[in-house]
């Protein structure tokens, strides 16, 4: 069973090399992200690996099929990159629903710390031996209001975090859970109180930009959001005239509307042609990690065993107990 593995780094590769060769498994390994005008690599594969920013539209779908792939294997928890209409009934989707919960609330959270104590601008000027404290002042968390924007996963990990810090929690999800100390308002309610947001949902039609001009006016001022989620949860113009106004405090993103154009990749030598993301990036009170938030050994780790797991289920058991699909049943999907 040969997999064309897609957009992979170093970390990739060493983390699933050690499964290559296991139940008759061959690897390949691409640094190119799967697109119409690369998916030709994958023909003469079995399956393909695919991850966030991988365009799987529906003219890619039809080439791997017209390749006799049956099989997509995401290693990642999003597939909002994939045409889930385009492939029913013709090549089957699969995804790593949880890697680890804990690599992402820890960095939104290590990204607040930092935002808030001023951490990031510290560690600058001590560079060049500027032991100054002006414009360092940040605040406590104990006793503010977090405002949680989806309560999976993640999100209640999130929560546990901010629990340890004496924080109050609002929480707002369509399908809300019972959580000790934690009280379920609506997004109105929850953008007028909250002091800190943070994102933790799915992107769906609903929350696509679920944080622009008109919820950013309903927010406190000074706020700080949050973004380890999805980019196009928030509209990034919104948050730049936002952060402009001085209407948000800070922003720390993970995550960006136009990602899959610049993240992953170095371009430490290059002008970057997103005028928002490059303003946005030079604003003091802004943060951007470039979709880091799920990088750790564990979760690298978890990522791996459960794709392999996906591939061999698919091929040896046919039972996909991790498949997204646009209609079926028990389904992600």
């Keep these: 069973m040969k997999i064309a593995f897609f957009d992979t780094k170093d970390y990739d590769r060493n983390t699933f090399l050690k499964y290559d060769g296991m139940s008759g498994l061959e690897f390949k390994f691409f640094e190119t992200r799967l697109c119409e005008d690369t998916v030709g690599l ?22 791997l099929r017209s390749f006799g792939i049956k099989l997509i294997a995401m290693r990642c928890a999003g597939y909002n990159n994939v045409d889930l209409s385009a492939a029913y009934g013709k090549i089957r989707i699969v995804r790593v629903p949880a890697y680890s919960p804990y690599a992402v609330a820890e960095h939104a959270m290590a990204m607040l710390l930092c935002s808030v104590r001023r951490i990031h601008k510290a560690y600058n ?10 414009g360092l002042t940040g605040f406590d968390f104990h006793g503010k209001t977090v405002g949680v924007i989806g309560t999976g996963k993640i999100g209640r990990i999130f929560i546990e975090i ?5 924080m109050k929690i609002l929480a707002f999800d369509k399908y809300p859970s019972e959580i000790d100390g934690v009280e379920y308002v609506d997004t109105d309610r929850l953008f007028a109180e909250s002091d800190i947001i943070s994102l933790h949902c799915p992107l769906t039609e609903e929350t696509t930009h679920i944080i622009d001009k008109k919820s950013i006016a309903k927010m406190k001022k000074g706020v700080v959001i949050v973004n380890t989620s999805r980019g196009a949860l928030i509209d990034s113009e919104d948050l730049l005239n936002g952060i402009k106004e001085r209407n948000i405090g800070a922003a720390c993103l993970d995550v960006y509307e136009e990602e ?11 002008i970057v042609n997103d005028d928002t993301l490059a303003r946005l990036i030079t604003m003091p009170n802004v943060i951007v990690t470039s979709h880091q938030a799920f990088l750790t050994e564990e979760a690298l780790s978890n990522i791996a065993r459960t794709t392999v797991e996906n591939i061999l289920d698919f091929f040896e058991k046919n039972e996909l107990p991790n498949e997204v699909c646009f209609r079926c049943k028990n389904s992600a999907g």
């Design 42 to 63: 994958a023909d003469g594969y079995d399956a393909v690996c695919a991850f966030v920013n991988d365009d799987i539209n529906s003219q890619v779908i039809e080439k």
């Design 125 to 134: 000027r001590t560079k060049d031996f500027n032991f100054s404290l002006n």
């Design 162 to 166: 901010c629990k340890g810090f004496g």
């Design 260 to 270: 899959s154009d610049f993240f992953f990749e170095d371009f430490s030598g290059h």
